[in-house]
């Protein structure tokens, strides 16, 4: 419908940027104890072994040192982070029962829209809790689950969800994970049962509103054997001048033959921590590609992982990132290759433009299980001016014979000769750097549903706009 | 200056990295002419076509350029091009990632008295792929990537003739070696001539581009100097003859600083 196109098209830099104040939200004290674990807990009314996993992570946590690599995160103090803001709701899914203000944040997000036109399924996450989750009755008839993590802890599925929690991440995997495991909250969890395919998306939005807190939601998605899911995650945040925080988790798990594709657009304000750790492991046969658009946080640190660990196990990756004025961005994914005769494609595209730092980082191992497995890895990364930078470290560990891999990747800056033909046919200058950009871009955009390209073209628009003189 | 020239250049001098490429260049075209600048290689020809367009590789040491009643030698090139002004690229570049039609929307999208409704745009530049015989399926392909040197030659002339400037200057100086892009350039140049009454200043070593044409007048550069100047009947002496016989006069030009 061109009439959707044209409303994202017309978004501004308020549509991110706007907040509301927050002084009705229940907030937690800020800071880290067991008394703040417990109260989280106790809010939520859950299984007694959640608990107990929640205080074993804050353990691990207080006792696993911060990464000695990667951008700096000096800025963020966890004494002074709010781990819990509950929104003044409960979870609705008719969007006229979400409060006032609420229900303004995600209509100037698109997102009631979106789930008009093109969506099977939506949840909305304000904070630390969800405010709205609904899916269309077809999709429900199919014995599709799609509902708020947390509810489904007292749900059907209970018990996979205890079998398969932090499975995939650890709380021993990095100190973030571990906080991860001791504050999360929030979340969705998909059920999609064998040889089941659901035709539409379903799409998960997260917005953090209060200022100075941490967003941990948790992310759990079950594609059973021969299914077909495609999941959408999208995340903003308004601008605020103390650190805020997000430790997200998405463990997702691929079965037999299944097929999932995860698409994320990331457009956390410039004040944002962005430590999110992502995770696929995938059976005989089955494929995860992942599409991800990084735009937003000042710090990042994200490498979605996928685990081939069944023959003929695929994984694709394919990635952007723009860093700005003020962001370090520490992106790529990372791919073990553990079974016969998987294969791993990995394209990725940065952009560093007015200071900011886009990093690579890249790490794909073969293991003595994994012959006959191919892998091939494309960086690109763009520089728009003097005083931004772009890094590349690809890592490969491959421990068998009759592996293929391959690795390029370039380097470069907006060729002034390219800048002065698209001026000699009368585009200005702003413009005709805003569409070779786009056009850098575009192997990305076009992985993306057509609605979230636009918004990434609109993205780097906002992002080139005022990069002249 | 000559009241009534569409381009007319004074005493133009360029530079890139501090070294002289254009030596006060004087140069007139009056509408609907067509003019020839000729010359050896690297006389700087291209240059002065560049420098006409604002290519700020190149820093204009003096003179100006007046296009249309208004001196141009500031502005910059996207405004250039919107008053008027064209020039087609000896090697046009490629842009990933942008479809050759959107890039052409985009040329048009900048001129508010050639805007067009996306149905009527798809058919115009359809029939123009269609008179230049490119093949259709080239429009939504990313701009340059992958073209044939007489590919990128027919997408040069589908803008020439998209957007109807009141002066293109053809930088040919290479395509005389290639009989397709020849022939390309060739019908191009009819039919901008014929629809649009335009306006041409060929650049060019080679004299075949030439044939069909009628020139009105011949400008020959020199090591960045313009040594000589005339009629068409100039073209046949240079077939014959070559630049040989104006190698030299640069230097007798440069006596008169």
């Not at chain 1, 203000?101 to 009631?112: C, H, S």
């Not at chain 1, 996928?306 to 990132?321: D, E, M, Q």
């Not at chain 2, 701009?143 to 030659?153: A, D, M, N």
Request: charged share 25%.
């Amino acid at each position: 419908m061109p009439k959707k196109r044209t409303q994202v098209a017309d978004i501004d830099r308020s549509m991110y940027d706007f907040r509301y104040d927050d002084s009705d939200e229940e907030k937690l004290q800020a800071g880290l104890t067991p008394d703040i674990v417990r109260e989280i807990s106790a809010k939520k009314d859950e299984p007694e072994w959640m608990l107990e996993h929640r205080l074993k992570s804050l353990e691990i946590y207080n006792s696993m040192p911060v990464s000695d690599w990667g951008p700096s995160i000096k800025g963020l103090d966890m004494d002074n982070i709010v781990t819990y803001v509950k929104p003044n709701t409960d979870q609705k899914s008719d969007w006229d029962n979400v409060p006032e203000n609420i229900k303004d944040t995600f209509e100037r997000l698109g997102i009631p829209q979106a789930e008009r036109s093109y969506l099977a399924g939506v949840g909305a996450q304000y904070d630390s809790e969800l405010v709205y989750h609904s899916m269309q009755d077809s999709a429900a008839k199919m014995g599709i689950v799609y509902s708020g993590i947390e509810e489904a802890l007292h749900g059907e599925y209970a018990d996979l969800i205890h079998e398969k929690f932090m499975t995939l991440i650890t709380p021993r995997d990095h100190k973030f994970a571990a906080l991860h495991g001791a504050v999360w909250s929030g979340g969705s969890f998909v059920y999609v049962p064998k040889g089941t395919k659901l035709d539409y998306p379903l799409q998960s939005y997260f917005r953090l509103n209060a200022k100075g807190a941490g967003q941990f939601e948790h992310t759990l998605i079950i594609v059973e054997d021969d299914a077909d899911l495609h999941f959408i995650e999208g995340c903003s945040a308004p601008k605020y001048n103390v650190a805020n925080l997000h430790a997200g988790a998405v463990e997702l798990f691929v079965g037999k033959n299944a097929h999932l594709r995860y698409s994320t657009i990331e457009n956390w304000s410039k004040n944002m921590y962005n430590l999110n750790t992502k995770r696929a492991i995938v059976d005989e046969g089955g494929s995860v590609e992942w599409v991800s658009g990084s735009f937003g946080s000042h710090v990042g640190y994200l490498y979605p992982m996928s685990i081939l660990n069944g023959r003929k196990a695929r994984c694709s990756f394919t990635g952007i990132t723009f860093a700005g004025q003020g962001q370090n961005l520490d992106t790529g994914c990372k791919v073990v290759m553990n079974a016969p005769e998987t294969s791993t494609s990995i394209e990725t595209k940065s952009i560093s433009k007015s200071g900011g730092v886009s990093t690579f980082r890249s790490s794909v191992v073969a293991t003595p299980k994994a012959e006959g497995s191919a892998a091939s890895v494309s960086c690109q990364s763009l520089m728009l001016d003097d005083k931004s930078r772009s890094d590349t470290i690809p890592a490969m560990d491959i421990r068998c014979k009759n592996v293929d891999v391959g690795h390029e990747a370039t380097i470069g800056r907006i060729g002034d000769d390219k800048v002065f033909y698209l001026m000699s046919r009368g585009i200005p200058e702003e413009a005709a750097r805003t569409m070779i950009v786009n056009g850098f871009a575009d192997p990305v955009s076009k992985e993306l549903p057509l609605e979230y390209a636009v918004e990434m073209n609109n993205l780097i628009k906002l992002e080139m706009e005022g990069a002249i003189g | 200056m000559t009241r009534d020239a569409l381009l007319s250049v004074r005493d133009l001098s360029a530079s890139v990295d501090e070294k002289t490429i254009l030596h006060h260049v004087d140069l007139d075209v009056a509408p609907g002419e067509v003019h020839v600048l000729m010359g050896p290689n690297g006389a700087g020809k291209s240059t002065l076509g560049h420098v006409a367009m604002g290519d700020p590789t190149y820093t204009v040491t003096g003179g100006s350029i007046v296009f249309d009643g208004n001196d141009i030698t500031e502005l910059s090139t996207d405004k250039r091009s919107r008053a008027g002004l064209f020039l087609s690229f000896q090697a046009p570049v490629e842009i990933p990632g942008v479809p050759l039609s959107s890039f052409l929307r985009s040329t048009l999208d900048e001129r508010p008295d050639m805007k067009m409704k996306n149905k009527q745009f798809r058919k115009t530049i359809k029939e123009l792929a269609c008179e230049l015989n490119m093949d259709q399926a080239y429009l939504d392909r990313e701009l340059g990537v992958g073209f044939s040197g007489g590919e990128k030659k027919k997408v040069e002339m589908l803008q020439l003739l998209l957007l109807k400037p009141k002066l293109a200057i053809l930088d040919e100086t290479d395509s005389g070696l290639d009989v397709d892009a020849l022939s390309v350039v060739s019908q191009g140049m009819d039919a901008y001539r014929e629809r649009c009454d335009g306006t041409l200043l060929i650049i060019t070593h080679n004299t075949r581009i030439l044939e069909h044409l009628d020139v009105d007048r011949v400008h020959v550069m020199v090591r960045g100097h313009i040594v000589a100047e005339g009629d068409a009947s100039m073209i046949s002496d240079i077939d014959e003859n070559g630049f040989e016989q104006f190698i030299g006069a640069d230097d007798a030009s440069e006596a008169h600083e």
